[in-house]
C-alpha cells in the first residue's frame, strides 16, 4: 500500500498523522473537509477503535460526516459541542503568515464557523499549499443563489477598485448546474493572481450583498503541519515563531499503510 500511494498522498498521510498528536483524550474536535481531511478522519479513526481514544467531532460537511462515522468517530453538532477545543483541517494555500485559502472543497462557510468555535486551528498540507503570497488558487467566495448575478457584478467591481483583476469571476459548476454547498449557497471563484491586501480584500468582499462569506481565513490558524512525500514533517506556528522538523513512521504501529491495505 504504501508503494501505491502517490507522492501527494504520502505527504498528506505524514501531516495528517503527526496532527494526531495534537489530539488529546476526551477532546471535542472539528473535523475539516478534503483530501487531507480524509486522511486525518483515516489516522484518528484509527486511533479510536484501536487506542480507544475518545473524541468527538464537529464535521464541516456531510462528505466529512459520513467519513467521520465510517472510521468509528462519534459525530456531534456544533450547538451539541457548544465550542471545540480544536479543529484540524487543509488548505489550499498558506504563506508565511499563516493565512489561508479554504473552500476548494466547497465546504469554506462551515469550515469557517467551526473554526472559528475553537479554542486552536492546526491546519495539515502538503508542500505544495505553501505559498509566499496567496492568490494563485481562485479565491472561493459563498454567495446566496438569489441574484448571484448582481453579487458577481458587485463583486468584480470591488475587487477591480482595489487593483486586482475582475475578468475572472466564475461560478463553480457540479456537471451542468450551478455547484451547491452544504448550505444551499453557490461558490464564485475569483481568480485573482496574487492577493496584495488581504484584510482589505477580505473587508470589501464580506461587505458585498449577497456574499456569505469569502474562503479568506486571517488570523485563525495557529499552526501547519506540513508534510513531505518522503514522511518529514515540519510545524510552522507563527506565534511561537517556531519551526520544528521530524519524521512520521511507516513502519511497526505506526504504520498505517498497512491498515488501509484492504
Ligand atoms: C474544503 C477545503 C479543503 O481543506 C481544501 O480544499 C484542501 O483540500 P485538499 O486537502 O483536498 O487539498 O477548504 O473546502
Known amino acids: 500500500m504504501t508503494a501505491d ?9 505524514a501531516a495528517a498523522k503527526r496532527a494526531c498528536d495534537f489530539v488529546e483524550d476526551g477532546m471535542t474536535l472539528g473535523l475539516g473537509t478534503g483530501s487531507t481531511a480524509a486522511w486525518l478522519l483515516k489516522c484518528l479513526g484509527e486511533l479510536v477503535t484501536r487506542d480507544g481514544l ?7 460537511s456531510q462528505r466529512t460526516a459520513e467519513l467521520a ?3 468509528g468517530i462519534e459525530v456531534i453538532t456544533l450547538e451539541e459541542a457548544r465550542w471545540l477545543d480544536l479543529t484540524i483541517d487543509g488548505a489550499d494555500e498558506f504563506d508565511g503568515g499563516l493565512n489561508l485559502i479554504k473552500g476548494g472543497g466547497g465546504a469554506l462557510l462551515r ?7 475553537s479554542d486552536r486551528m492546526i491546519v495539515i498540507a502538503d508542500i ?6 496567496l492568490g494563485a488558487f481562485p479565491l472561493p467566495v459563498e454567495v446566496v443563489p438569489f441574484g ?7 463583486i468584480v467591481e470591488s475587487v477591480v477598485a482595489l487593483n486586482l483583476p475582475g475578468d475572472n469571476v466564475t461560478l463553480r459548476m457540479d456537471g451542468d448546474a450551478p455547484y451547491v454547498t452544504d448550505e444551499g449557497n453557490h461558490i464564485l471563484d475569483l481568480h485573482l493572481s496574487r492577493i496584495g491586501n488581504l484584510r482589505q480584500l477580505a473587508r470589501v ?12 481565513f486571517l488570523d485563525i490558524c495557529d499552526l501547519v503541519v506540513v508534510g513531505h512525500q518522503d514522511g ?3 510545524l510552522r506556528d507563527i506565534r511561537a515563531d517556531m519551526t520544528d522538523t521530524g519524521r512520521v513512521g511507516k513502519g511497526g504501529r505506526d504504520n498505517l499503510f498497512s491498515d488501509l491495505d484492504d
Not at 5 to 13: Q, V
Not at 128 to 133: E, G, I, M, R
Not at 205 to 210: A, F, R
Open 5 to 13: 500511494l502517490s507522492p501527494a498522498d504520502s505527504a498528506k498521510f
Open 69 to 71: 462515522r465510517e472510521s
Open 111 to 117: 469550515e469557517k464557523i467551526v473554526a472559528a468555535a
Open 128 to 133: 505544495s499549499k505553501q505559498v509566499a503570497h
Open 232 to 234: 518529514r514533517v515540519e
Open 148 to 154: 448571484w448575478q448582481a453579487t458577481r457584478r458587485i
Open 54 to 60: 475518545r473524541i468527538r467531532g464537529v464535521p464541516t
Open 205 to 216: 468582499l464580506n461587505q458585498v450583498p449577497g456574499v456569505v462569506e469569502s474562503g479568506l
